[in-house]
């Protein structure tokens, strides 16, 4: 039987009704290195007993390792034990797209690809590296690559039937080339080209960051980047455009729809019988992480109206338990801090008209610029800063 909050934590008189959203990137780390304020903000967020007072989930747009292992980082970064199932990489909302799971597929990007995609539920991967090998003819850019003679016609390899981009990949060159034929030859790279198939095989995106930060001055190119040269590439060799099955990782609605599940299950699990009413999403990234939580906190509204025009009222006697969650979490509040992409040169602006907003849009090409998404609900130096911010308008000590 769980003790009340107040016997485990006497500061403590009621259950939280807000969790956070994290991104790491710009926010917790710069490439290998702890941005000072992190442990700041979660020596706040430490409980007595070392866990942490409010529900939290890590959401990242990077996918080039396993949960578990970014886990890890996360614990020795912060100082605190993070478990995996507060981590959300770009591709974790994958195991929900079941359809696909019983069909061969093309993975692409860096890291462990063949685990990352068997432990979201795919049952039969090839990944670039084994497709270049059955194909040696078709990696032609690297000249001390290239075959010396003429190999044998390749037999038994499977057909492949879509394709899961998970980050960008190191020989951007190849990967660009063996993913468009596929999609031209319909998953038999080998054979002959004849017509041209579209609609084009399945394609399922995961990261749309053109850019992120790392101790580099500037930002590095993201998978957005790659994604863009891809989508290019297509439409001038076929005149169409490149579609997607699915884009997953920040900004989609389904990436922060999974993770205010996460959130919830955590407060289930410490005890807290009373809903999660509202998240702050902190991140450097106005293309992605303010874009994504305004996104969100769109939707959120949206479904609320609809509720209340349906005649749902918020109470344990008129909904199912999956309505009430549905009805429980209120608002996204996005944060934007000052330590990653998005930097500030003198002070913060106090007034919102004062503030510097993105002119370029960075965004995906499916995403639809509206300007008012990549203006944060606030702006602060850093995450412990945004921590202190979101614990004053909860009015949490």
Not at 376 to 383: E, K, M, R, T
């Amino acid at each position: 039987m769980n003790k009340p909050l107040s016997l485990i934590w006497p500061w403590v008189t009621q259950p939280p009704a807000f969790g956070f959203l994290f991104d790491i990137d710009g926010v917790l780390v710069r490439g290998s290195q702890v941005v000072p304020a992190a442990r700041e903000a979660f020596r706040r967020l430490a409980g007595a007993g070392g866990g942490l007072r409010v529900p939290v989930v890590f959401l990242t747009n990077a996918g080039n390792c396993l949960r578990a292992a970014k886990a890890r980082e996360l614990s020795q970064a912060l100082g605190l034990q993070v478990s995996p199932e507060q981590v959300i990489l770009s591709h974790s909302p994958l195991r929900l797209f079941s359809q696909f799971h019983q069909k061969c597929m093309l993975v692409a990007g860096q890291g462990p690809v063949e685990e990352n995609a068997h432990n979201l539920g795919f049952k039969h991967v090839v990944t670039i590296e084994a497709l270049r090998k059955a194909y040696p003819l078709l990696d032609m850019v690297d000249q001390s690559r290239r075959p010396k003679e003429l190999p044998p016609p390749t037999t038994g390899f499977p057909t492949i039937e879509g394709v899961i981009l998970f980050g960008e990949p190191v020989r951007w060159e190849t990967s660009l080339q063996l993913i468009i034929d596929v999609l031209l030859s319909n998953g038999s790279p080998g054979a002959e080209l004849e017509e041209i198939p579209y609609p084009h095989l399945p394609v399922l995106a995961c990261n749309m960051d053109l850019l992120w930060m790392a101790e580099a001055k500037m930002p590095r190119f993201g998978h957005g980047t790659f994604l863009l040269c891809l989508e290019n590439i297509y439409k001038k060799v076929t005149g169409r455009e490149l579609k997607y099955e699915a884009l997953i990782g920040k900004p989609s609605t389904v990436t922060y729809r999974y993770a205010e599940y996460l959130i919830n299950e955590q407060a289930k699990k410490q005890g807290w019988n009373s809903p999660i009413r509202r998240l702050y999403a902190i991140g450097d990234n106005p293309m992605s992480d303010v874009y994504g939580a305004n996104l969100y906190n769109n939707y959120l509204k949206s479904a609320q109206r609809n509720q209340v025009q349906a005649g749902v009222k918020r109470s344990p006697q008129a909904a199912s338990p999956q309505t009430e969650d549905r009805l429980a979490v209120e608002s996204c509040k996005s944060i934007l801090v000052c330590t990653g992409v998005y930097r500030h040169n003198a002070e913060v602006p106090s007034k919102p008209e004062e503030r510097n907003t993105e002119t370029v849009f960075h965004g995906h090409r499916d995403f639809g610029f509206d300007p008012s998404l990549v203006e944060a609900s606030y702006i602060v130096q850093d995450v412990n800063e945004a921590v202190q911010l979101a614990f004053k308008k909860e009015n949490w000590s």
